[in-house]
Nanobody, 115 residues
Framework: QVQLVESGGGLVQAGESLRLSCIAS????????MGWYRQAPGKQRELVAQ???????NYADSVKGRFTISRDYAKTTLLLQMNSLKPEDTAVYYC?????????WGQGTQVTVSS
């Protein structure tokens, strides 16, 4: 088991930046993928960015060039740097870890971008 806690969300204006953090309850060294998803009101949850086992990263087309996913050396924190935010980035952002023992989610953090 692993618990995930997100933080860093908030209300910003278009063009500003936020950095989301996801802290795991224990180091995660072996995983299938780690990533960030988001869900806007009335929409399905969608992948924003992920790190695949081996280090390859994937990004949604809508955030390429603006968002950067990374993890710390201690393997307990997953980060999402979000630059040049747009109103359409408004959503609840969820941290996700896909391990051999199962898939785990955080509780989510709200990001609201005003125009």
């Amino acid at each position: 088991q692993v618990q995930l806690v997100e933080s860093g969300g908030g209300l910003v204006q278009a063009g500003e930046s936020l950095r989301l953090s996801c802290i795991a309850s224990r180091p995660v060294s072996s995983f299938n993928s780690m990533g960030w998803y988001r869900q806007a009101p009335g929409k399905q949850r969608e992948l924003v960015a992920q790190i695949i086992s081996g280090g390859r990263t994937n990004y949604a087309d809508s955030v390429k060039g603006r968002f950067t996913i990374s993890r710390d050396y201690a393997k307990t924190t997953l980060l999402l740097q979000m630059n040049s935010l747009k109103p359409e980035d408004t959503a609840v952002y969820y941290c996700n870890v896909d391990l051999k023992i199962g898939v785990f989610w955080g509780q989510g953090t709200q990001v609201t971008v005003s125009s």
